[in-house]
């Protein structure tokens, strides 16, 4: 990893006059592939940073946090009355546990390991943390006390019997790390599931991490063979959940076969078998259908807005709007809805900076920045500004933790 990426400035409204808009400075981490990992973390961190400021606002308020001089939030991370500026939330502590069980591990996913470093950060009393990770954390560290075996994975258990475990988002926000632990896709999906399970235990809410792992790690499989970005699309996430071919079905091949780690196997017996796994997916797949035409602006979030599936198909809807994968004949234009001023849609953000359109939903924003983050840091590693990135208050434990992880 360069210590000191290429940088490239531009001003973040290129079509205005306006000469108060300030030039923006971006970090180029597009030179190979260890930089192209770096740039999915800080994408995860801003985005929970930037949503942090928007974080349980219902939408009609979200208005009320934009600067009218096309200056500040969303465009730039900013302090509220629960965050400093450049802090984080839940969303990348615990992903940054799982850099950090990861680096003391040598280099190895140890599920135990990821559990004792959640239960460390829950022992620092964090400012906030969702009901279902909490519960399943602390039951977990009740069976470790009663030295039960695999105590790790006996806590989200333990919630599901009670039938206290719903479908939220704890585990997918701090997903977008494990598909850099490995270019193994087989591995990554066992990994994918084996950290969720720490906390989140039904198909509905892992489901959504499966896709996520798999979006990642294909756009740094592209990178790899030099090949161009893959546009998502409905067809693609039908095939990855229900096709009969791909990294998915292989892996439940794997899972046929028992040649995965037990743990899986007695998860997905515990919810309902592979009968009940096809119905889940299927499921889940109806709700993220036609992502491409989601209005999240428009949208009922009340008692659902820590939903996995849809804390998902915001990510998609945002990815899909971005410009990259279609830089030729862009024809995404997301419109500005009555609710919020017309100029941050004007020039229509690019790239990375399409992030801000996850946050401007308000409800659940600091996760919908966190899962959508770092797909866009890995589909435009050459777009992340470097006053965000120098502004993250973790950025140290990035630097300390990322030599730890395959630089290939």
């Known amino acids: ?29 597009s030179s190979n592939l260890s930089d192209i990992k770096k740039s999915t973390i800080f994408g995860l961190i801003i985005g929970d940073c930037l949503g942090s400021t928007s974080e349980f606002k219902h939408p009609n308020q979200v208005q009320n946090l934009i600067k009218s001089e096309k200056a500040g939030w969303p465009f730039e991370l900013c302090a509220n009355l629960t965050w400093k500026k450049g802090e984080s939330t839940d969303d990348s502590d615990m992903a940054l546990a799982i850099l950090q ?24 009393e964090p400012k906030d943390v969702g009901f279902t990770t909490r519960k399943s954390l602390l039951y977990a560290k009740r069976a470790h006390s009663q030295s039960k075996e695999n105590y790790w994975s006996c806590g989200s258990l333990e919630l599901f019997n009670e039938n206290q475990s719903p479908p939220s988002n704890g585990a997918l926000m701090r997903n977008g790390v494990i598909p850099l632990l490995s270019s193994d896709i087989s591995q990554i999906l066992e990994w994918t599931i084996l950290h969720s ?7 509905e809410a892992i489901l959504p991490c499966i896709v996520h792992s798999i979006v990642i790690h294909r756009a740094l499989e592209s990178y790899r063979n030099q090949k161009p970005l893959e546009i998502i699309t409905t067809e693609t996430v039908t095939n990855i959940l229900c096709g009969k071919t791909g990294e998915w079905f292989n892996f439940k091949q794997l899972c046929n076969e028992k040649k995965v780690h037990p743990i899986i196997l007695e998860w997905i017996k515990n919810n309902g078998g592979k009968k009940a796994l096809e119905m889940e997916e299927k499921k889940v797949l109806g709700n993220l259908k036609e992502f491409e035409t989601f209005n999240p602006y428009n949208f009922n979030y009340k008692n659902i807005s820590g939903w996995s599936v849809l804390s998902l198909k915001i990510a998609l809807w945002c990815l899909y709007h971005s410009a990259k994968v279609d830089s030729v004949n862009f024809d995404r234009k997301v419109e500005c809805p009555p609710q919020l001023p017309s100029w941050v849609f004007e020039d229509q953000p690019r790239g990375f900076e399409s992030v801000i359109f996850s946050v401007l939903t308000g409800a659940d924003a600091d996760t919908y920045g966190a899962i959508t983050g770092c797909i866009m840091g890995v589909y435009y590693p050459e777009l992340i500004p470097c006053e965000m990135v120098d502004q993250l208050l973790s950025k140290h434990l990035v630097d300390q933790y990322f030599p730890s992880i395959p630089q290939q």
């Open 1 to 29: 990893m360069s210590q000191h990426p290429s940088t490239t400035t531009r001003k973040l409204f290129p079509s205005s006059s306006d000469s108060s808009i300030p030039l923006i400075n971006y970090y180029n981490f």
């Open 101 to 124: 069980s990861f680096h003391e591990c040598n280099s190895q996913f140890n599920p135990e390991h990821v559990c004792d470093k959640f239960l460390e950060w829950l022992n620092k």
């Open 197 to 203: 399970i720490i906390t989140h235990y039904t198909f």
